[in-house]
Each structure stands twice: as structure tokens, then as C-alpha cells.
């Protein structure tokens, strides 16, 4: 028996439905269809056909409402197999693939073109150097004229090199497209016989009247992963969130005007605990040794020269009138138990073709508190750092990626765990040299006096910090004693001003806060102790 045959049974009626509503998990997307059939009162079954093989047939429920009473006997699911002509398909996919390998070639042309200006200015600036310190030395050319050759290389070289960048990530983001359309384009280019899923809801109607019926089920082949956008302001201490979801899918069928909303819950977690399976250890088996592989790592540091420009004037003309800023649509939050929905809304189209779309869950601004770290004996600048409270009305963060921008600056990305609500979480903010963090070995001398039979050796340190900003700064300090690996080598921490004990492993940690433009100095000291013929190591600071 065809496909057509089955179909066109006397008791069968093809309902014509949408997908209206998906709820989306994080490995799985919950779909709702919905179509209206005029009954005459004599159909047994309806069916919703042509549905994708991603579907959980497991997961099938019914139900609807209409002008006329409808009872559901019950619900099933049967494979259908097909074979479709794919050569129109074939042809829309290779047509955007070459629009796209187009454009490809089209920024690659124009990065080519910006390295050749790069490659210019770098060898202008490397030719540059002997004939200006000659012609400076000569008195022949001027420092104006230095400035402005040196102004001139640093803001093309800043062009070219931002340039560039953009156009590898405009690549970037055409690879990925370009990348999702072959893998379409190899699926349907590969000879096999079409499947999909008809849904069969068995009924019994009264009598005649139209009918609203409503089906849902779960597929597979469809996620999304939470995105964050950290933007710290150092001014007032705020800490802006832009929660965003990155929604992928490929389910088979396109999500076209559906109203999306996006759930933490787990429905494949199960219902059961796992269990735990045996613990092995075992002896290590040596290897035959390897020869090690050397690696040499080349860093350069480029100093870019900053360009004074020069803004003309604004004539006296009537004020223009100011623009009325974008808003982002978020999505409205939902709590059940522990499980948060985000619904993000109406009009969503998301088509099955596996590329990432983003939407705004919400904005948010969280209180945060600013403090430095600095370890004086390893590097001479204070690093920022936020601490954020997710507030107890807040929802969960669940893990994923963040980018941080401090002041509008780009610094880095950081991967978030789970955060709940009224849980802080740390930001790391990198350098700041609003701190000045000064270190000096003050006092190392060795006692010519054995007592107890012991060599007496003293090592005193002086720390100066000076908060060069006008706020008040929290900076937790850390130095560190070392420490005796045998019992015959003792250390002792004798003196520190600020008065403190010393932690773990010769951890010493000082919290203080400095009033704007503030000096603080600290000192301390610690004592070696050894038996006098013991060569002791590790001490060369």
C-alpha cells in the first residue's frame, strides 16, 4: 500500500497544521503543531503527516477543542517511506554556496590589499628609523616633524591592523555558513529513500463542526547554550548583564513565526540515580622513554604612538535633535520549583539548518564590589577584580561563555559555572596601574654568632603602594615565606607591619583600603635557620 492510499482512506482526514509554540531544552526542543479540520462526523482518524525522523515517538500527546464534541480514543505513530526528487533542492543549496564563496573571495581580496598597506608602513617605519636619528643627530630634521612621521605610522598601522581583523572574522562567519550549507547539500546529495513520521489520532465526534486539534512531541537535534555579556563600569561600581542564548537546530522542520521560549529543565536526565560502578587503581606500566619536544616561543610588544586630532569648532546652528536609542527585545521570565522558562515571545523564525541564532533573554544591572590583587614578588601591577552577587530575585546562570568589557574595553572572555541566586562569582578585570607597587629588599645579613648551633640568616622586605586615583581602593597584598622541605631548615616570620599571622605554606596576606591619592608602606621580615656545614637552596632572591 502507497503513502497516497493510506491517506485517502474514507475514515482518514489530513489535518493541515503549524508549528505554533517550542519550548527548547538544552539537548532537545519541545514542539506544539496546531490545525483546524471541518469533521462531517463520520472520520475515525486524523493525520498530521510528513513529520521528521528527530521525533520521540514516545513523547506523542493529543488534544483539541472545537464547535462540535470529539472524544480522543488515542494516539500512534507509523513510518512512512518516500522517495523525493531532490534536484531543485540540489540547485538552491549549490547557488548559495557559490553567492557565499563570492563574498569569501571578495574579503579575501580586500584582506590581501590591507596587508600590502600594513607591509608598507612597517617597512616606511623600519627605513625610517636610521635616516631620523641621523638627520635628529645632524640637527637637519626637527622633532615636529619626528612627531608627526611617528603619529602618522602608529594611527595607519592601528587602521590596518583593525582592518584586518575584521575581515578574518566576517571570514570566520562565512566559513561557518558556508560550511552548514555543504553539509545540507552532501545530505541531499546522497541516495537514500526519505522517512518521516505520520502522527494517527484515533476519535470519535459527535457530529458535524470544526475542529482545533493540537498535537506536541519532543525532537531531537535542537539546543541552546547561554551567552553572557559582562560590562563593567568602575565609576558606580555597576556591573551590566546581557543574558543571551544561542539557539541551534536541526530538527528537520523549520521553526517559522513560533513563539520560543527557552527552559533550564533536563527531560532526558531520567528519573532514576545513577549508579556507581567499580573504582579501579592499578600499577603504572612504564613506557619507553620519548624524546622531548622543543618549543620556542617568540612574544614582541608593539607600541603604538597616540595621534592628537585636532576637532574643528561646531558652528552656532539649532541643536539636532537626539536619537532615540534602539531597544532589544528580552524575554519574559517564568519559575516553576527549581526550572526557569524565558519566554521569549512571538515571530520567531528559526530554520533547520544547524547555524546558530541569538536572542536577548534580559539586561540586568547587578551590584558588584572592586578590589586589587597584587603579588609584588612575581609581577609590579595591581590586577582588578569584581566581585558580583547574583541577587536572590535573580534566575540561575547556567554555564557558558562570557565576554567582559570594562569601560567599553574589550579584556577578555572567562567561562561561567552555575550560579545561583544570591551566589557571587569573581571577574577578573586584568591590570590596572591606577596602583604604583614599589618592592625593595631592605636587609639580608647573616649572623656572625652561632646560637644553639645554628645559623641565624635575616631577610627583611619594605613594600610601597600609592593609590594614584581619585577613589578609594580595597587591595588584598600577597607575599610569600619559603618553605623548609627538611626538618633541619626552620623559618620564622620575626617581624610585619601591618601586624599578620602567616597562612599555609607561608602565605602572608594583607586587606587594606587606601584613601584616594593614599601611600601605605609595609615591611616584614623572616629569619632561616640551619646547621652551619648545611648548604641550603632555593634562596636566591
Keep these: ?228 555579556d559582562l560590562r563593567v563600569n568602575t565609576t558606580n561600581n555597576q556591573i551590566n548583564l546581557n543574558y543571551l542564548a544561542e539557539v541551534t537546530q536541526n530538527t528537520g522542520e523549520d521553526w517559522t513565526g513560533v513563539a520560543l521560549t527557552l527552559s533550564t529543565a533536563k527531560p532526558g536526565m531520567g528519573t532514576l540515580p545513577p549508579k556507581l560502578q567499580p573504582w579501579f587503581i592499578d600499577i603504572l606500566h612504564p613506557k619507553s622513554p620519548q624524546p622531548a619536544e622543543l618549543m620556542r616561543i617568540r612574544s614582541r610588544q608593539i607600541a603604538e604612538p597616540e595621534m592628537a586630532v585636532a576637532m574643528k569648532a561646531p558652528s552656532a546652528a539649532a541643536p539636532a535633535p537626539e536619537p532615540i536609542a534602539a531597544q532589544t527585545a528580552t524575554a519574559r521570565v517564568s519559575r516553576e520549583g527549581s526550572t526557569v522558562s524565558f519566554q521569549v515571545g512571538g515571530n520567531t523564525n528559526i530554520p533547520s539548518d544547524g547555524t546558530p541564532h541569538k536572542v536577548t533573554i534580559f539586561s540586568e544591572n547587578y551590584p558588584s564590589k572592586l578590589q586589587y590583587i597584587a603579588v609584588p614578588s612575581l609581577v609590579s601591577f595591581a590586577y582588578l577584580q569584581a566581585i558580583v552577587t547574583n541577587p536572590m530575585t535573580g534566575v540561575t546562570l547556567l554555564p557558558g561563555q562570557a565576554n567582559i568589557f570594562r569601560d567599553n574595553t574589550f579584556v577578555g572572555t572567562l567561562q561561567l559555572a552555575n550560579i545561583s541566586p544570591g551566589q557571587e562569582f569573581k571577574l577578573n578585570l586584568g591590570i590596572d596601574e591606577g596602583l604604583k607597587i614599589e618592592r625593595e629588599l631592605v636587609d639580608r645579613h647573616v649572623d656572625k654568632k652561632l646560637i644553639g648551633n645554628q645559623r641565624r640568616t635575616s631577610y627583611g622586605y619594605r613594600l610601597i603602594v600609592t593609590n594614584l586615583q581619585q577613589v578609594p581602593v580595597k587591595l588584598i597584598l600577597k607575599e610569600q615565606l619559603p618553605v623548609s622541605r627538611n626538618e633541619q631548615i626552620k623559618v620564622r616570620l620575626s617581624v610585619t607591619n601591618p601586624k599578620i599571622v602567616a597562612g599555609e605554606m607561608g602565605m602572608l596576606e594583607w586587606i587594606m583600603s587606601l584613601p584616594p591619592q593614599a601611600k601605605q608602606e609595609l615591611d616584614y621580615q623572616f629569619v632561616v635557620e640551619h646547621p652551619p656545614d648545611l648548604t641550603v637552596i632555593g634562596l636566591d632572591i
Design 1 to 228: 500500500m502507497t503513502n497516497s492510499d493510506l491517506l485517502d482512506r474514507d475514515n482518514i482526514k489530513i489535518v493541515e497544521s503549524q508549528i505554533s509554540e517550542v519550548t527548547v531544552y538544552t539537548d532537545r526542543a519541545l514542539i506544539t503543531r496546531r490545525g483546524t479540520v471541518a469533521l462531517m462526523g463520520n472520520e475515525r482518524e486524523l493525520t498530521i503527516a510528513s513529520l521528521p525522523t528527530t521525533l520521540e515517538t514516545e513523547s506523542v500527546r493529543a488534544t483539541g477543542a472545537g464547535t462540535v464534541a470529539v472524544r480522543l480514543l488515542g494516539v500512534r505513530t507509523e513510518t512512512v517511506f518516500s522517495s523525493e526528487p531532490t534536484g531543485d533542492r540540489i540547485a538552491e543549496l549549490t547557488a548559495q554556496i557559490q553567492e557565499l564563496e563570492t563574498q569569501k573571495r571578495a574579503i579575501q581580496d580586500q584582506i590581501a590589499a590591507r596587508k600590502i598597506q600594513l607591509n608598507f608602513v612597517e617597512n616606511l617605519s623600519a627605513k625610517s628609523v636610521g635616516s631620523f636619528a641621523s638627520g635628529i643627530a645632524k640637527q637637519q630634521i626637527g622633532l615636529n616633524e619626528t612627531g608627526e612621521l611617528l603619529n602618522f605610522l602608529g594611527s595607519n598601522y592601528k587602521k590596518y591592523i583593525s582592518a584586518i581583523g575584521q575581515h578574518e572574522r566576517q571570514q570566520r562567519e562565512l566559513d561557518k555558513q558556508i560550511e552548514a550549507l555543504q553539509q545540507q547539500l552532501r545530505q541531499v546529495q546522497t541516495p537514500h529513500s526519505q522517512q518521516s513520521f505520520n502522527i494517527i489520532v484515533a476519535i470519535e465526534p459527535s457530529g458535524s463542526g470544526n475542529f482545533e486539534l493540537e498535537i506536541s512531541y519532543v525532537v531531537m537535534g535542537a539546543r541552546w547554550t547561554p551567552l553572557y
